[in-house]
């Protein structure tokens, strides 16, 4: 996976974003708890804060991964357990 970076982000912005991503992955082979994935969420929306840049981030992951970012993401904040795509 090809995680989208932005030259304006610092060294530890891009790993938040990268982590953040990976674990997006990880709901596809293995799941992910839904806190730990809130919490990285909630790291992730510090960086990107634009609703519209998310959405163009998201789309990015979205293709590589077949898979909707957004709906991770909502699945996580509706259950506790594992998300698993």
Known sequence: ???P???EWSQ???V???EF???IAQTQEKGVDARVLQS???AFKRVVPS???EKQLFKEIDEQLGLSCYKVVK???EQDGTVRT
């Open 12 to 14: 530890e912005e891009i």
């Open 51 to 53: 609703k519209a840049e």
């Open 75 to 77: 699945q996580a904040n």
């Open 16 to 18: 938040v974003v990268a």
């Open 21 to 23: 991503f990976d674990l």
């Open 1 to 3: 996976m090809n995680i």
């Open 40 to 42: 990285a969420y909630q």
């Open 5 to 7: 970076i932005r030259y």
